[in-house]
Structures are given as C-alpha cells and as structure tokens.
C-alpha cells in the first residue's frame, strides 16, 4: 500500500491549532481532515462519531476477554454524545460483548449510542438496550468442528488460542512462542478452511477470524451514515479489519456534490501501518483516542455552534 504524502505523525498532545481551530484540539495534517473536523464543529449535530472498540476505546491484551475499555472513554463518549448526531462503536465483537466489556449500558448521555457488532450483523441501541442479530451463518458450526484438526495438522496449535465469537471464530497467534511465524503458517490453512463452508478470513493484530461474508465495517458505516442523514462523520480504528470503514470514508467524501467530509483517525500502532499511513491524524492509542474525544466534547460546548439553525 502507498505512503500517503500528507502522513500524520503521532499528536497525543494538544497542539497550536491554524486557521481558526480552536486551540488545544489536535490538528489534522491533511486537508479533507481539517475539513471534516471543521464541519463536525460546524454541525455537530449532523455528525457521526464512529468508533472501533479493541484498540481504539480498549488497550490490546493478550486475553480478548480481559479487555475493557479504557477508564475515560464512558466519561468522554457520554459527554459527546449529547451534542452529536449519534456515537457508533462498530466492531467485530459480538454487540452484547462490546456493550458488556465498554460499560455502554444504562449510561446518562449515552441516549444516542449504537453498538454494530459482528461488522454490523448486529445492532444495539442504548435506546431500547437490546440486540438485533439475524440467524447465524451455517458454516460457523462446521469450520467450528473442523478447526481443532486443521490446527493440529498446521503444526502451529502450540500457543493459538480459539475465541468464540457466536457468528464468527477468531484464531489468536499473541500467545505463540513467534507470533508472527504462527500467523502467518496460519492464513493459508485457514482460508481453506473458510473458502469450503462459505466464510472468509479477516486478519488483524496476530489473530485470523472467520466470518460470513457480505459485511463489514464500510459496508455497516456507509449503511449507518444513510440512515442518519450525516453531513460529516469521523471513524477512528487501529487495525486491518478498519480498512473497510476507512475506505468507505474516503469514497464519501469524494463524492462530489454530495461528499460528506470525514475525519479518518488511526489509533496508533506499531503492528499496523496500513491505517497511518492513510489517517488524517494518528493518535497515541485508547489514551490519545479518548483525550481527543474528550476535548472534541469540551470544544463543541464552548466554541458555539449552528445547531439551530435549518
């Protein structure tokens, strides 16, 4: 994948912001970033604030159950929240993991948040607090009798550990004596796997997930974004899986006369290139993520805004 020749560098801190931004909120360094920040500010009420969970609102741990999210993001979204249009936590998690490990549920301010799960297939509203989810896909419970074998005869089982997932299964390499090596002995193995019963492969930070194909997180942004009417939207991710929303984003506001400008944000790391180099701004992970998502809050409330009018 090419550079992008605007690259971000890391802005965990509050920088001088130019041309009118109002000061302590870090500056985008490309163009259609500054943009989209200006017209989030502009309109907040007509944004979406989408967010990846693992990564983005929680630290990466070794045990994917043991994630949390970080202490301020709740503090942060349920200030937000009120003065957007709506907050989006679009992960492949299964929605009532996400909720459950993001303490969404039953938070003041948090009125307008949705949690899209599995990329999507599912969804649920802080609203009503429940989860819509149609019928698993077929193929979950055969690849699910299969796997134990195929990862036996990889010769690269020692140190993977299998996630259940509900509509997906996620095979992690982090605990490996070389996770890297184990991952990639791994893809070839497990995309026959998929291929025969209908799935995909989605690799990320160490870990191949099987899935159903036709969703993802572009595809469950874009569907979002419409139903909403967003006039501008931000998505933050840290890993491969975010590429989809990523170009979902771009392809928006390209759009010409009916772009939406957006602000794409990579939550910052050193096992994923592919999202910094095309971020309109990199923050120093779930810290750096939820600081900004803080002062966009503290920002929106102070600097006055257009929400009134047509």
Known sequence: M????????????????????PAGLPVPTTGAGREALAAILARPDRAVIALDFDGTLADIVPDPEQARAHPGA?????????KVASVAVITGRPAGVAVRHGGFAGVPGLDHLVVLGHYGAERWDAVTGTVHAPAPHPGIAAVRAE??????????WHGTWTEEKGRAIAVHTR?????????????????????RHGLVVEPGRLV?????????KGVALTAYLRETGARSVLFAGDDLGDLAAYAAVEKLRADGPDAVPGLLICSGSAEVTELSDRADLRLDGPEGVVAFLARLAETIGTTGNLQDTP
């Open 74 to 82: 709740v503090p942060a979204l349920a200030a937000l929240a009120p």
């Open 147 to 156: 796997l134990p074998g195929v990862l036996d005869r990889s010769g690269s």
């Open 2 to 21: 090419g550079s992008n020749p605007e690259a971000p560098t890391p802005a965990s801190a509050p920088t001088p912001a130019p041309d009118g931004t």
């Open 208 to 216: 191949l997930e099987l899935r159903p194909p036709g969703v993802d």
């Open 175 to 195: 605990r490996a004596t070389d996770p890297q090596s184990a991952f990639e002995a791994l893809r070839g193995p497990l995309g026959e796997l998929a291929a």
